[in-house]
C-alpha cells in the first residue's frame, strides 16, 4: 500500500488515483491519517480482502504529510560512516537519540520558512511504528513496522550548536523542519526494505546519495535499541540519520538561503520538495555565535574554524 494524507484525510495512492478510506470502508477506518496506525492489523487485513473503488485524480500539492500527529519523533545522529566523516566525529557505539519537536511536521511540498542563514539540509528515510513494541529484539523488529516514508531534518547549525550545551531538538524544530511524504509505503512494495537508495539535489545539484544499507545501527537496530528504553507506539516516527555531503561538511561550508530549491528522495517511496524563503529571525543566538560558522580564512574568510558536529 502507498498511504497518503489527501487534503486532511487518509487515503489510498493506487494506479488509478486516490481512493478516499473513510468512504470505501463505509467509516470502518476514519479519515484521520494518523489514527489509522492504532489499528494496523485490521487495516492491512482489510486493505488485503477488500476491492478498492478506482481512485479519484489529485495533485502532489494536496498530499499533506502522511503521519502529521505522531505521539513520539525519534532521530538518530551520526548514522552514516561518511556523515561521521565529515563532521569529525568518531563513529557512534550507541545511536546518538533526539527529536524534532512534532510542530516541526509539515508535507511533501512547499516553502521552507528560514529563520536563520546557517540552515542546513539532511535527506532521511523515516520508519513509521505500526504496533506497540517495548522490548523487541532486532530479529522481530520489521513486524512492528507499518512503512517507510521519506523526510528531511533540516537543522539550523547556529541554533543547534549554540553554547555551552548544543540544543540538537531545537535547532532542528522550526516550522516546516520536518517535511516528510509523499506517502508512506509498507514493506511488501518494496523489494529490500533494508536497502533503498537515498539522495538530495539543491537547485538541481546533487549533494548527497547513498544506500541505507550503508546504515551503522539497521532499522531493526534502531528498534531495539529505541524499544529496550521505552514503548514506541503505533504513529510514532524514526528518522534514522543522513548521508554524508550535508552543508556544514564542506569546505566552503554552504547553507540554504532564499530562492534555492530542496529535492530529496527515497527509492521506491517518491520525493520531497521545499523552496527556500525568508523567514522570521530567532534571536537567542549572538552575533557573535553566528559568526562562528562563517567560512575560515582558508574558505574565503577571515575566522578561525572552530570544532562542531552536525547531525
Not at 100 to 112: E, M, V
Not at 181 to 199: K, S
Not at 279 to 296: D, F, I, K, N
Request: overall charge negative; aromatic content about 8%; charged content about 20%.
Amino acid at each position: 500500500m502507498r498511504i497518503a494524507n489527501l487534503a486532511g484525510r487518509l487515503a489510498l495512492v493506487t494506479a488509478t488515483g486516490a481512493v478516499d478510506v473513510d468512504e470505501a470502508s463505509q467509516g470502518r477506518f476514519g479519515p484521520d491519517p494518523t489514527a489509522v496506525y492504532g489499528n494496523w492489523q485490521d487495516f492491512v487485513a482489510w486493505a488485503a480482502a477488500t476491492t478498492l473503488p478506482a481512485g479519484r485524480p489529485f495533485t502532489e500539492t494536496s498530499l499533506g504529510a502522511p503521519v502529521p500527529k505522531p505521539g513520539q519523533v525519534f532521530a538518530i545522529g551520526l548514522n552514516y560512516r561518511e556523515h561521521a566523516r565529515e563532521t569529525g566525529t568518531e563513529f557512534p557505539v550507541e545511536p546518538p537519540v533526539f527529536t524534532k519537536f512534532r510542530t516541526s511536521i509539515t508535507g511533501p511540498r512547499g516553502d521552507l520558512a528560514l529563520p536563520g542563514d546557517t540552515v542546513d539540509w539532511e535527506a532521511e528515510l523515516v520508519v513509521v511504528i505500526g504496533r506497540e513494541a517495548h522490548h523487541v529484539a532486532a530479529a522481530d523488529a520489521w513486524q512492528y513496522v507499518a512503512g517507510l516514508t521519506a523526510g528531511q531534518d533540516y537543522s539550523e547549525r547556529t541554533r543547534q550548536l549554540v553554547p555551552p550545551a548544543p540544543q540538537f531538538s531545537l535547532g532542528k524544530s522550526f516550522p516546516g523542519f520536518a517535511p516528510i511524504g509523499p506517502v508512506v509505503v509498507t514493506l511488501d512494495e518494496l523489494p529490500d526494505p533494508a536497502d533503498v537508495e537515498i539522495g538530495c539535489a539543491v537547485n538541481g545539484e546533487e549533494v548527497q546519495r547513498a544506500r541505507t544499507s550503508d546504515l551503522i545501527f539497521s532499522i531493526p537496530a534502531l528498534i531495539e535499541r529505541l524499544s529496550a528504553v521505552l514503548p514506541l507506539q503505533p504513529g510514532d516516527l524514526i528518522f534514522t540519520g543522513t548521508p554524508g555531503g550535508v552543508g556544514i561538511g564542506r569546505n566552503p561550508r554552504r547553507f540554504l538561503a532564499p530562492g534555492d530549491e530542496v529535492v530529496t528522495w527515497i527509492e521506491g517511496v517518491g520525493e520531497l520538495r521545499q523552496r527556500c524563503v525568508p523567514g522570521t529571525p530567532y534571536t537567542t543566538a549572538s552575533t557573535e555565535q553566528r559568526s562562528t560558522l562563517a567560512p575560515t580564512a582558508s574558505e574565503g574568510g577571515n575566522h578561525q574554524r572552530p570544532v562542531t558536529r552536525g547531525q
